[in-house]
């Protein structure tokens, strides 16, 4: 990847498919089932947010999406692209980028070294044998990175000795490498100080705007704030889906997120 | 961890230092005194003791480019080195002329090392099918087989007793099973291929076999294809080993399956384990601790009035402390040892960083 400065538009604006279309996807651990029948699409460049309780399936939709583990049925399309029985990396090679609620990082590095090898996963050289020099395109594009979420001064810390925000940012930064189409952010802005909250919307905002993606946020502030629509689950379904506005003030969804009988609790 | 060699700021204050004042002092004593070690040992140590140390670190390298940064524990690694053994008998030049093609040996080098990369290869896809445990099962297995056959198979492999007369070619009119030729032979290979996997260790596809090690299911994530880059592991390791067969075959100038049964494959475990694999450092200590132990057991076990046969048992024992006191062998008590000081004993410098 010898992408500059900024994000690279592999998308070109033509496709007319959605970016991100389950149909009837569903997915059963054993008997339970984790999520049941969920469609929707999502518009290229959109921006929405996944709202609803613990255990309705928002992280399972996610590990659907990436591929982290298969869907037990249903499908699901990427740019008009059947990718349901896709492995992880092809779905990654193809533009889509994840984060991840229980940030997953590699403790024994340090911040560069980590965004190196997510920038290495999406280009050409993840085989190379050839250590990168001063002026590799690719540690270029991951020196960037790093300034783009404001790491630039924790660069060489190990991941072990950053903060929990820090280490959510460095997520941010990995979710960012190569050409992404389309990102899915876990409960980014989970266990964030009101200060790092801000620097996240302010980071999520300021993406490039063919870069559609879709948010779990329990914090209703920033999901609103950074999404034009909201899907909202329960019990592994689509419950609702709407505008912000429509969501908040719709009366059954304040039922659930205030407590109703069947809300909150199925962890 | 840096992934190039460039100064960062806190070793700023090397930057106007020439490349040979950056290493430190430790290192040039060590260097010199590999080079000039002839004059100062006798034939038998050069051969025996640092001859054979470099050629089980060189295997052993393999393996601890596998589980140390890999994660995947393969005990066939001495089952490699024994391809390249035995297809250099094979296609080069032994005393058995029936089986032996007599190929020069810049066709028949190659051919073996290629031949024993793709047995590794072959290894690997299978291996990395598993996981712990089980790929130390299914690759102790894999040896186990292969010991077994060629000493059945005596169209191919002469069975039970393999090959000899298996000779280091004449170039540049050096004897190289001479002492000092075979002491400089080995000694090359071991430090380039330490220096060729310390390089790779920080290259894309080192780091990236760190990050499959520590989180496979990230690296799917970040685009990594988890099963190809384990099982491009297994062919790189093969390389290494490979070397080392073909070293190991010139040294005694035979093979036969006594060289590659489940014994000396546990011992390349050993070796590894002794050292540690957290740096490729680690299998030239624990082959070095191997060889003199090996060597030299037999005369402590007759000294003390015990049948010389019971060697194992004085390695057995040392392998038991070391494991006991050091889970992650000697490099681990040197690091803890290092710790504890609180500073670097090679450069005197106070530890600000991990």
Redesign the interface.
Known sequence: MNAPIAINDRSNGTSREGALELRGVGKMFGALSALADVTFTVEPGERRAVLGSNGAGKTTLFNCITGDFQPTYGSIRFFGEDITNFPAHERIRRGLRRTYQISLLFAGMNVLDNVYVACCGVSRNRFSFLRARKDDAVLARARELVELVHLQDAADTLVSELSYGQQRQLEIAMALSGAPRFILFDEPAAGLSPTERAELINILTSLPEHVGFVIIEHDMDVALRVSEYVTMMHNGRVFKEGKPAEIEEDPEVQALYLGGEDGLGHG | ??????G???VGRNYKKAWFERIPAAYWIIGVLLLIMPLLVNEFALYQIFGWTFILAIIALGMMLLAGYGGMVSLAQMTIAGVAGYMLAIFGDSAIETISQGWPWFVAIPIAIIIAMIFGTAIGWLAVRTEGIYTIMITLAIAAAFFYFVRQNYTIFNGFSGFNGILPPNLFGVDWRGANAFYYLTLFWAVLSYLVIL??S???????L??VR??P??????????TA?RV?AYTVAAFFSAIGGILLTWQSAQISPGTIGIGPAIDILVVTIIGGMAHPIGPFIGAFIYVILKTFSVDILTSIGLSGERFQLIIGISFLLIVFFSPDGVLGLWKRWRDSLGKDPLTGDREDN?
Do not use: T, W
């Open positions: 961890m840096a992934i190039i060699d460039e960062s700021p806190k390089y790779i920080r290259s894309p596809f080192g780091l990236a760190q990050g520590d989180n299911r990230r690296m799917a994530a970040l685009g990594f294809n988890v880059h491009a991990s």
